[in-house]
């Protein structure tokens, strides 16, 4: 079974309710008919139910940026899976590189969080990826290899049907700085060769693998032409609706 494409949005801390609601509504026009990609869009927190009402009947489907692991207590600023559920979100981004790097998580929390929200039913879109300095020191494969194992620990070949990795070199995210379609390639392919050694070739061949990082409606068709990159993880553009668009256009090309 070949992995299905993926097109999401993550649009960070950005956009009110009434913003995302506006948003939904010029984009469902836009992407309609569109059905060579799943398209997702992971917003915040509280602008899901809104999100969700404008997307209800469309092809757009809603995520949150993050989720705790614990069912309910003393988190404070924290959303568990079951609120989450209750507002309609299906998709839960885990493992940001934004998250790791000013909020603490660690592959150990990443685990847990997509441990707990696969439990749950969600999908996940498991993020990870080597910093500049570990590109230049070239241990990237060994970087994201081990990720991998860690992030996945304890995770079953079932559960990975709703496992999406999202593969994002940090110096490319946010920066304007894209890696070339070779090196988004070459590192999706370590993911994959990793996944193939921890569950077998069937479960790596079928597992959808993002790239992302300054991904944008003219560098996306050339990086969605390479063989395991099926998809993408789109922060800036993913807020312009004809950026986005052009993505899903060239998902559907
Ligand atoms: C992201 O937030 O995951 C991302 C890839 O951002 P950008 O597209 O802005 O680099």
């Known amino acids: ?21 506006q948003f939904i509504s010029e984009l469902t026009p836009m992407v309609a008919g569109k059905d060579k990609c799943d398209i997702v869009l992971c917003v915040p927190y509280v602008d899901i139910p809104a999100a969700v009402e ?11 940026e993050n989720v705790h692991f614990e069912d309910k207590g003393a988190f404070t600023g924290e959303v568990s899976c079951a609120m989450l559920k209750e507002v309609g979100a299906e998709y839960v981004i885990i493992g940001h590189s934004e998250r790791r ?13 997509t441990k707990a929200a696969l439990a749950a039913g969600f999908k996940v879109l498991l993020c990870l990826g080597e910093v500049k300095e570990q590109r230049l020191a070239g241990i990237t494969d060994e970087v994201v290899s081990m ?31 894209t890696a ?16 193939a050694s921890l569950y077998g070739e069937e479960v790596a061949e079928a597992l959808t693998i993002q790239y992302g990082g300054s991904m944008n409606d003219k560098n996306a068709a050339e990086l969605l032409a390479k ?27």
């Open 180 to 195: 070339t379609p070779e090196q988004a390639d070459e590192t999706c392919g370590v993911i994959r060769a990793t996944v």
């Open 54 to 64: 404008a997307a209800k009947g469309t092809n757009i489907r809603i995520g949150a």
């Open 147 to 177: 990720q991998t194992k860690l992030d996945l620990a304890g995770i079953s070949a079932e559960e990975m049907k709703n496992v999406i990795i999202t593969y994002e070199p940090v110096w490319a995210i946010g920066t304007g700085l």
């Open 227 to 253: 063989a395991n990159v099926n998809g993408g993880l789109i922060g800036g553009a993913s807020l312009i609706p004809e950026k986005f668009t052009a993505i899903v256009d060239a998902a559907n090309a």
């Open 1 to 21: 079974m070949s992995a299905r494409v993926v097109i999401a949005g993550n649009w960070k801390m950005n956009m009110t309710p009434s913003q995302a609601r």
């Open 101 to 113: 790097q000013y909020f603490g998580e660690t592959d150990e929390t990443v685990n847990l969080r």
